[in-house]
């Protein structure tokens, strides 16, 4: 078992074998490492669609786009134009507008530019002061001793988890021993 696949089966995507998930009633979603949208819709139509698929009001997508510099400028072109850099975007704003209970990221930030990676950071601290649970699959240990509070290590199908009160240089070592 890899780490997308401990992320779908927390989020009721594929089944597992043995052990026991208790999330307690929460809600979980699930941003994958490669977005899919409706490529002939504009990045705000899917935003919409998703919106009410998910009971979300359709004006939250304005709030949304009021506060965030990083997708205004192209949230009107259709998605088929989209780098992969802004599809990684427009999923990650749909993960915000749903306000999920629990946030599952698969690799967040490996299409994103310094600015938006930043955004997102800033987005993520809000988001976990509001007492939700961000769940991030990540290669990128500076990302992971930045934003999180604790750290789970999964190597040969073993998870270890531990706070994360290292330095950077000392979550490396410390890595690098796990493996």
């Given at each position: 078992?890899?780490?997308?696949?401990?992320?779908?089966?927390?989020?009721?995507?594929?089944?597992?074998?043995?052990?026991?998930?208790?999330?307690?009633?929460?809600?979980?979603?699930?941003?994958p490492e490669t977005p899919q949208f409706l490529e002939?819709?504009?990045?705000?139509?899917?935003?919409?669609?998703?919106?009410?698929?998910y009971n979300v009001p359709v004006k939250n997508i304005d709030e949304y786009l009021h506060s965030d510099n990083g997708?205004?400028?192209?949230?009107?072109?259709?998605?088929i134009n989209y780098s992969y850099g802004?599809?990684?975007?427009?999923?990650?704003?749909?993960?915000?507008?749903?306000?999920?209970?629990?946030?599952?990221?698969?690799?967040?930030?490996?299409?994103?530019?310094?600015?938006?990676?930043e955004i997102f950071k800033s987005r993520l601290r809000d988001f976990a002061n509001e007492n939700k649970t961000i769940i991030i699959s990540t290669h990128i240990l500076s990302i992971a001793h930045q934003i999180s509070d604790e750290i789970l290590l999964l190597s040969n199908k073993e998870i270890e988890q531990f706070e994360n009160k290292f330095t950077e240089e000392e979550l490396t070592s410390y890595i690098t021993n796990f493996m």
């Open positions: 078992m890899g780490k997308t696949t401990l992320l779908k089966i927390l989020a009721n995507l594929v089944d597992y074998d043995e052990g026991k998930i208790d999330k307690q009633n929460l809600d979980v979603f699930f941003v002939y819709l504009s990045g705000y139509d899917n935003l919409r669609l998703i919106c009410e698929i997708i205004q400028s192209y949230i009107y072109d259709l998605v802004m599809k990684h975007q427009l999923s990650l704003a749909s993960s915000f507008l749903i306000n999920p209970d629990v946030l599952l990221l698969d690799e967040p930030l490996t299409s994103l530019d310094p600015i938006n990676i």
